[in-house]
Antibody, heavy 121, light 110 residues
């Protein structure tokens, strides 16, 4: 059964870089049928797609975040990572990693439990 | 402001049927892109409820159904149960954005 384990700091200072890791178990991150992505949800608000990538491809980002976000995959560790630079209070959110179906479908079929990140000095 | 538009809330009595609309445009739902629906219970991660317009993942009751027409889609929930109280999000791909877009979410009160 596919599971995610998200890890990272719960508190980040403004202007610093947030780094999150999502370790995948129960499936290979080198799957040819899936992308792997990050989605976030600010407190009391809706879902915002951050970006995704195929294990051997180029990352894709939500345009408003493209200049600050970096997604990478380490196939040897079966891990997906997110770096978000120059954070502000607006980046306070629950961050989810998720598996996304490829082949033109694009639905997120499995989600991690989420990690709460607060940006505050 | 979300690219896909959903009402903030809907409500219904146990046993009734409700529908949640999701309106997009020609660059997403109205194009060739599928619509998907997620259920988010309080304090939990979203869970895939409907994929590719009307398909249910294994384990999702057939009380939940999806449809799409033009640039709009709908999630219907029949035989409402108290445990259906949750926030429901629609999702599609947007060619102008080059990635995923979500509706703002609809809170269902039973």
């Amino acid at each position: 059964q596919l599971q995610f384990q998200e890890s990272g700091p719960g508190l980040v200072k403004p202007s610093e870089t947030l780094t999150l890791t999502c370790t995948v178990s129960g499936d290979s991150i080198s799957s040819r049928s899936h992308y792997w992505g990050w989605i976030r949800q600010p407190p009391g608000k809706g879902l915002e797609w951050i970006g995704n990538m195929y294990y051997s491809g180029t990352p894709y980002y939500n345009p408003p975040l493209r200049s600050r976000a970096a997604i990478s995959i380490d196939t040897s560790k079966n891990q997906l990572s997110l770096m978000l630079s120059s954070v502000t209070a607006a980046d306070t959110a629950v961050y989810y990693c998720a598996r996304q179906r490829a082949g033109g479908r694009y639905y997120f079929d499995i989600w991690g439990q989420g990690i709460v990140v607060t940006v505050s000095s | 402001q979300s690219v896909l538009t959903q009402p903030p809330s809907v409500s219904g009595a146990p046993g009734q049927r409700v529908t949640i609309p999701c309106t997009g445009s020609s660059s997403n739902i109205g194009g060739i892109y599928d619509v998907h629906w997620y259920q988010q219970l309080p304090g939990k991660a979203p869970k895939l409820l409907i994929f590719s317009d009307y398909n249910r993942p294994s384990g999702v009751p057939d009380r939940f159904s999806g449809s799409k027409s033009g640039a709009s889609a709908s999630l219907a929930i029949s035989g409402l149960q108290v445990e259906d109280e949750a926030v429901y999000f629609c999702h599609s791909f947007d060619i102008d954005l080059g990635g995923s877009v979500f509706g703002g979410g609809t809170k269902l009160t039973v």
